[in-house]
């Protein structure tokens, strides 16, 4: 940050934050502690994405020169920026790294950024980090930090040269602190190996620790950008955890559930034991107006009530922690390669019920949340779906009207950005998802996929639940809808007749889901439509309905 603009120390972030994704699958393999989630590279680059975006904000707001700005200014924001986009324990022990080195930085105002206010700010971050966490467990980014730092204090006391005069540049500059940080990145490497004879865990799956692993890969990025060359060389440790499921105490919560919380005369001890009463792995950090919180419980909804009239909560992620193991688990077992796949920019979840409508979708490579027999999930149920989308963005595809509220307060609260397609049925659904395109954005798939359900008719069949008031038909009878009007009702196969009848009506294509229980087969289905009509026919294993069509 010496040179008057803010370009240096965007590309130390962004050096930083492309070396950590280039290695971020490698690093959720190795995650076991404090839950074999597999999701640790994910959180610690969603943490530096939120810095650099924060950035880029300052650059757009025509501020781009450090002396317009203020580095207090800077490093403040870039720091709440860490807090808010933070997931995860390792994305906010991360966030609270970043603000120990800001917060040195800041109390040195006019001091050249060199391996001395290096040093003090790596040892700042190390202490922040730890007076952070409740319990620090010693065999992790905590102690790799707090290692790192002591070798630069170290060091410092050898140099010859650990201060920037009146001569100095930013090419010297640059070669000073990358010279020191090398030498950090060393004894990180030391404190990474030794970490399995720290933390029982660890040695027990027979790996290293994630986020300890994933300091040093951030820093040899920072090291690659001062010097204008490779990242300084580190070992890899692709190893499967031999432990699919590690004990700890954490297994008995299901909901990773992170959120903010803005207002005034925040205390971030006070919410400490009553989250511990509700979950476990417990963080709670900020300041009096901004608090970051994170805990694993089997009740979001308890967690977020508990800062009810205390101040507003934004940016809500959860994430099922099971399905988060048993994904790392089958991954691992696949043996697929350590190198980061590439996220697409947009995907797709979708309320589903019945096992070959799952299928269907996920087929078309929709992510799926089963919503029960009455297709009715909560709120926090959709966002840990939203969270396992492989995707920046996510389309929301209710397929019930009953789900378009909580799916829309969902994509509120959701960190990523949301939209929400009211698809109102599965069929509708089924059609929304066949136009995604995962290089477009929410936005552009959701305009996509309302037109194409704007051209779609939809209809269903299925045993009256109740008598009708007026007498028409009576328990088990055969109902028939066309875009939820009732239009037919009687036999099984005069009903839909009816249905498929009153659909064919200007259709080149009808597609045909039979449901549990549907009492024709497809040879009897294909019979009452008209032979000019392609009729493409699935078994979709729904309850409650015995056909759910739709024609285009």
Known sequence: MSDRSLVRFRAVVDGALRHLESRRAEINDLNVFPVADGDTGDNMALTLRACLHELDELASEGRGLIDDIGRSEITERVARAALLGARGNSGVILSQLIRGAAEELISRPGELVDPVLVGAAMARAAQRAYDSVRDPAEGTMLTVMREMAARVATDLAHMPETRLGSDWNPEKQNALIADVLERAIIAGEESVKRGPELLPALKEAGVVDAGGYAVTVIFAGVVAVLRGSEAPALEHHAAPARVARPEHESSTYRYCTNFAVTGSGLDDKRFVPLLEAIGDSVLVVGDAVTLKVHVHTDDPEQA??????????????????????VERDARLEAAQPSDATPVAQCGVLAVVVGAGIREIFEGLGTHTLDGGATLNPSTYELLAGIHEVAAEEVVVLPDSPNVIMAAERAAELADKTVMVVPATSLQAGL?????????????????????????????????????????????????????????????????????LARLSDGAELITCLAGDGAPLDERAVAELVDGDIELEQSTGGQPSYWWLLSAE
């Open 304 to 325: 977020t009530a508990l800062f009810a009239g205390v101040g507003e909560v934004s940016r809500l992620d959860v994430a099922d922690m099971r399905e988060q193991v």
């Open 431 to 499: 059609a929304a998802a066949l136009v995604l395109r995962p290089d477009l954005s929410a936005a552009d798939n959701a305009q996509a996929m309302a037109q194409a359900l704007e051209e779609l008719r939809t209809g269903a069949v299925a045993p009256a639940a109740r008598e009708d008031p007026e007498g028409r038909f009576t328990i088990g009878d055969a109902v028939g809808f066309v875009n939820d009007e009732l239009v037919a009702w009687g036999a099984p196969q005069e009903t839909l007749a009816t249905v």
